[in-house]
Nanobody, 124 residues
């Protein structure tokens, strides 16, 4: 069973930055970040393929968030800059076993494993 452990969430003022980390217990995966705010559905944020050569982003975070990975550490990162109150949510890390070298998908159904989530709160 693959385990994903997120860290790095917290409280930050609008305009500030946070970096989320997600460490997997092992394996070759495409990785994604999703988020869910209270009363809303889980939404795609960013994803990266196994080699780190292809990244995709939700339009709402393009130019502000950067996803990266360090496979030697089995870790994926989400650098979040210029944070807005509407970025407040629980952020979830996910890993997918198939199609790991291609364009990482935005659909949550394409990912097989999920972390517990880490809270990000952006104050205005």
């Amino acid at each position: 069973q693959v385990q994903l452990v997120e860290s790095g969430g917290g409280l930050v003022q609008a305009g500030g930055s946070l970096r989320l980390s997600c460490t997997a217990s092992g394996g070759a995966f495409k990785m994604g970040w999703f988020r869910q705010a209270p009363g809303k559905e889980r939404e795609f944020v960013a994803a990266i393929n196994w080699s780190g050569s292809i990244m995709t982003y939700a339009d709402s975070v393009k130019g502000r968030f950067t996803i990266s990975r360090n496979n030697a550490r089995n870790t994926v990162y989400l650098q979040m800059n210029s944070l807005k109150p509407e970025d407040s949510a629980v952020y979830y890390c996910s890993a997918g076993r198939f199609g790991v070298y291609g364009d990482p998908p935005q659909a949550a159904s394409e990912y097989d494993y999920w972390g517990q989530g880490t809270q990000v709160t952006v104050s205005s």
